[in-house]
């Protein structure tokens, strides 16, 4: 199926980051060469392990690839492959870094990383790592939840370092048919869209964009900022219209 330009035209992206705790978390705007995908990249760098070195280094492999060199026919197996062979170039550009930076290309230094895009007619989302995706659709009754965590007894066990990738990523790709528009979210740890409080927050914020009373970055401007500052916070949100808002 070729990519819906159309739509395309109408996405909106929007992103906010609060990197006021360690200052390891680190978000990207992508779209392909061909104008045929859009999306966000955000990733959080694991503590105590050169965090800020790897996640803005895989921020950096991803912009730049997509930038200079993706395109898109709108085959997802195709795009797979694409967000492999990314993710696996990047612990190499992570060693060159970590040479640059501390002059040892084999210190720690470890990020997940999660990845959300459309091309008019899927939404795809791609990941490695904890934090959450989440899909709303229609009127913001109901979500689904694309991501399940890499950690086990509360130890991060997907990654991407400059050692290599600790396991193997995630894509999932789902066809955009809601009539309203569709809502991709991406979120760090730092944002624990689990909490009560903070998900009812976000919740009222994004019901005032489709309400048409704020704008997409508006909403996670306050949004983030209403945050316990716990941890570094990042939130990705990728808006796809829907049919009726293309008439």
């Given at each position: ?22 200052g ?50 709108g ?41 959300g ?9 791609y ?75 976000f ?35 990728i ?9």
């Open positions: 199926m070729d990519p819906n330009t159309t739509v395309l035209e109408k996405v909106e992206l929007a992103w906010a980051i609060r990197n006021d705790v360690h390891e978390d680190a978000i990207g705007v992508l779209q392909s060469f061909d104008g045929n995908l859009k999306g966000i990249i955000i990733c959080d760098g694991v503590s105590k392990a050169n965090g800020r070195i790897a996640s803005s280094t895989t921020v950096h492999v991803f912009q730049n690839a997509f930038m200079y060199a993706i395109s898109h026919d085959d997802p197996s195709q795009l797979e492959e694409t967000l492999d062979e990314l993710i696996y170039s990047a612990p190499q550009n992570i060693q060159k870094e970590l040479e640059i930076e501390l002059n040892d290309p084999k210190a720690p230094a470890a990020t997940t990383a999660l990845v895009l459309t091309d008019g007619n899927y939404l795809y989302a990941y490695i790592g904890d934090g959450a995706i989440l899909h709303y659709s229609g009127d913001l009754l109901s979500y689904a939840t694309y991501l399940v965590n890499y950690n086990r007894g509360g130890k991060l066990e997907g990654y991407v370092s400059g050692q290599g990738v600790s396991a193997l990523p995630t894509f999932l790709s789902v066809r955009q048919v809601f009539s309203d528009g569709s809502y991709l979210v991406l979120a760090t740890d730092g944002v624990d869209l689990l909490n009560p409080t903070n998900y009812t927050t919740w009222n914020y994004l019901n005032k964009h489709v309400q048409k009373s704020m704008s997409l970055q508006e909403v996670l401007d306050n949004f983030i900022q209403e945050i316990p500052k716990i941890d570094d916070a990042s939130i990705g949100v808006y796809v219209p829907g049919a009726s808002f293309l008439q």
